[in-house]
Every structure is written in C-alpha cells, then in structure tokens.
C-alpha cells in the first residue's frame, strides 16, 4: 500500500539544496547558512513571529540562488556589490512558482533594497516584507566573516562598518539589534562554525511539514527551474527526462504512484548541476579536463544531496545513479547490473535519449536513424539496459512526441522567465 502523504521536512530539503548551491567555489563558504543563522537570530531578537522566523530562515537559506555564475556569485562576496538587483528577482520569480513559498519568494526579491531613511520599506506599490531587510543585513554581515581570521577578532569592526550605513542602507531598528549582539560571544562562534549545519538544525526551532506526493512533485519542479535555468542551454532538460522517465516507466508497468516518484527523480536528477558554474555549462567548446572533472562531479553532489531523505529513497537512488552503467563503466559508483534497480536503469536511458534528441542553441537533436543507432550500440555493449532500449524502439515517436510537447512547455515556462525578469529590471523595480 502507498502513502499519499510523506512527512518531508522542508527546513530539511532546503538546506540540502543551500549546501549544494555554495559548493560552486570554496570561497563562498557556507554563506547560505550563515545568512539563514544571522538572519534568523536577528529576527529571534526583534521578537518576530514564529512563521515569519521560519519563512525569514528559509529565505536566508536560498536568498542568492538566482546568480547563477561563479562571478556573480563571487561578486556578491563584495562589500558594494554593482549589480545586486538580478538575482534577487531571477530568484524570486523562480521560488514564487511553488505556491506554499510564494511569500518566501518575496523576501528574496528585496534581499538587496536599501532602506533609505524609511523610503526603502516600499517598493512597487507595496510594502517590503521586514524580512528582506533583515537577510539584507545578515547577508552584508556574513560576508564580513572571514575564515581567515578569529571571528571574534573581527566583531568590532563588522559591526562598525555596518553602524556607519544605519538609516542609509540598513533599517535603524535592525542594526541595533546586531549591535546588541555584538558580546552575544557564541552568535559570532557559531556563524563562523564548520559545524554550522548541525547549529542550526538544533537552534531553529523548526515544525515537520507533511507534503502530499503532489506537492512534493511540484516542489521538484521548482528545484528542476533553478537547475535548468542556469543556462538556456540545458534550460529544458530536466523536463524532457522527467516526461521519457514517466512514460518508459509506464510502459514498463510502474504503478501511478511509481510514476509520481520518477517524474521527480526526473526533475531532481541533475540537482549536483547547482553547484556547477553556468560558465562551464555554457562553454563554448571542449572543456578542459579540470572542468570536466567538475562537471562530472555533479551526480555525486545529486546522490550526497537526497540519500539523507529516508521517504524519498527511491527518487534519491533512481535520480542519482543515472550516470551507472550495468557492464560497471558508469560513474560515480560503479556499480554493475547485479546492483542496478529497474528506475535507474530506466532514468539513464531517459537521459541519454533525451540528451540525443534535444535541441540545444548550438546545435539540433539527433534524428531518429541515428539516435537509434547511438541507443542500439550502447545496448550492445551493456551501457544500457537493452530490454528498455527495445521499448524505447517500439514506442519510439511516442516517446519522442512525449520529450518533445514537455521540453515545449519547460522552454514556454523559461521564455516567460526571461521576459519578467526583463520586465522587472527595466522597470527599474530594484533600482538602488
Ligand atoms: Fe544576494
Ligand atoms: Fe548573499
Ligand atoms: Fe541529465
């Protein structure tokens, strides 16, 4: 019997996907989760509300996750940073698509607005979330903690530099509440802690949401966005493998419920990509064989992502075992057809197919004379499972149309992305 319900905890998911996100580069550290630990100790001493404690963390934890390169990421370490506007809204305008985050979605969208003497508490026409401004704050304050030095050793003049923006950039109230930390000794101990995960997970005070299989499907949608989105070259992906994923499984005979579980494997299989620079996934060219090491790293960061969800085991092994190979070349295991479950198996050749037949800006799909030829020797040699690959053949322009019309709908979604992002910054909505 299958539940219709899982108990996932989504202060859980988020801080898996925040960890992934700050792999890009180790200079950016673990700043997702020190934003989410500032941010939230902030609102603990202004005496905000339980919810909006929660929703102020969560955002922290997500809050830069629209800059998708490493320079912009990079860039967003700077003090004054130039362009501060873009991710907050790319971020945003991606969050808000998942309905139970959509005022989540909101406090990113202004997690750069200054406060101008008060004017800043506005912005198109509506009040700002306080929590915005509170990320603000935490965020210019984490990027002042430097692994390199004591962070005691760097109180005073963190919290200096902050006083002397008071009123201009951050809201007079806020910065009193972070200069009445300042000899709160173990705030700084902790927000400088390579432990910080498990800090948090004993300091926020977080509730166990139950998600229905539904919710959790469209959650991963959200996640399969922001993976996608990085770069237009792979912005539809993750949709096409999860559609070819779905439908193989049908025709396999997975159950609906089953079906449910690999659509998200689908869109959650490329997760490891969050930590990958939209530099390298967009490189004109042949990586070079760092990048490429880089590049190849991204299953392991899916796998170490989702294996700590007890109730999302299947997603998490047919999701991150789509680069294994039954005859053992695949990677990062290796594991061989004794060890290889029917939905990764089916994951991979969903992968492969729709890798083939995709149209990328620098190049068409694959017709199907050679896509079959492609799939036929990667059967014969045991890449693949060759019983799948006799099913993909047998319902070849099925599956096809099916990549096709899903990847259409994914490129519809990006295309209107692209065009209210474009919106909103010539609107001048985050105009600093
Ligand atoms: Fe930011
Ligand atoms: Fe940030
Ligand atoms: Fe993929």
């Known amino acids: ?45 202004l005496a905000l509300s339980d919810n909006e ?40 305008l991606i969050i808000k698509t998942f309905k139970p985050f959509e005022s989540i979605a909101k406090l990113i969208r202004y997690h750069h607005l200054p406060w101008r003497h008060a004017r800043g508490a506005f912005q198109d026409h509506a009040p700002v979330p306080v929590g915005s401004h509170i990320i603000h704050l935490a965020d210019r304050v984490a990027v002042k903690v430097s692994a390199d030095e004591p962070v005691l050793a760097m109180v005073s003049g963190i919290c200096e530099s902050i006083a002397k923006r008071s009123g201009e950039i951050f809201a007079p ?15 700084w101990l902790d927000a400088a802690s390579n432990d910080i995960e498990n800090i948090l997970k004993r300091t926020v005070n977080y509730p166990s949401r139950e998600f229905s299989i539904q919710q959790l499907v469209e959650f991963s949608k959200l996640i399969c966005s922001l993976i996608d989105f990085k770069s237009e070259f792979t912005a539809t992906h993750s949709s096409g493998v999860a559609a070819v994923a779905v ?48 590049m190849r790293a991204h299953v392991y960061h899916t796998y170490q992502a989702l294996e700590p969800f007890q109730v999302l085991r299947l997603v998490s092994q047919w999701g991150s075992l789509h680069q294994e190979r039954l005859n053992g ?42 896509t079959k030829a492609v799939l036929k020797t990667m059967a014969d040699q045991e890449d693949l499972d060759p019983r799948l690959i006799d099913r993909v053949f047998r319902h070849y322009d099925m599956l096809n149309t099916i990549r096709k019309n899903a990847q259409k709908e994914a490129m519809d979604a990006y295309v209107a992305f692209q065009n209210d992002l474009e919106r909103s910054l010539k609107n001048g909505s985050m105009q600093v």
């Open 1 to 45: 019997m299958f539940m219709q319900t899982l108990r996932v905890n989504i202060f859980d998911m988020a801080m898996a996907i925040a960890k992934v996100v700050d792999m890009i580069n180790t200079a950016i550290g673990r700043h997702h989760l020190q934003v989410a630990y500032l941010a939230y100790q902030l609102a603990d001493a």
């Open 173 to 187: 109230e806020h910065v009193d509440a972070l200069l009445a930390m300042r000899d709160r000794e173990y705030i």
């Open 329 to 370: 070349t695949g990677y990062p295991f290796g594991l061989d057809a004794d060890d290889l479950p029917l939905g990764a198996r089916i994951m991979a050749v969903a992968d492969v197919f729709t890798a083939l037949t995709e149209d990328r800006p620098y190049r068409k799909g694959m017709d199907a004379k050679n």
């Open 53 to 92: 404690k929660f929703e102020i963390f969560i955002a922290g934890l997500l809050h830069d996750i629209g800059a998708f390169s490493l320079q912009e990421r990079l860039d967003l370490l700077e003090f004054e940073d130039t362009q501060p506007g873009e991710h907050a809204i790319a971020g945003s």
């Open 247 to 294: 439908e193989l499984a049908r025709i396999t005979g997975f159950s609906r419920n089953e079906r449910r579980l690999i659509e998200m494997a689908g869109y959650l299989h490329d997760l490891g990509k969050l930590a990958i620079p939209s530099e390298i996934i967009e490189k004109p060219g042949q990586l070079t064989q760092h990048e490429r090491f880089v």
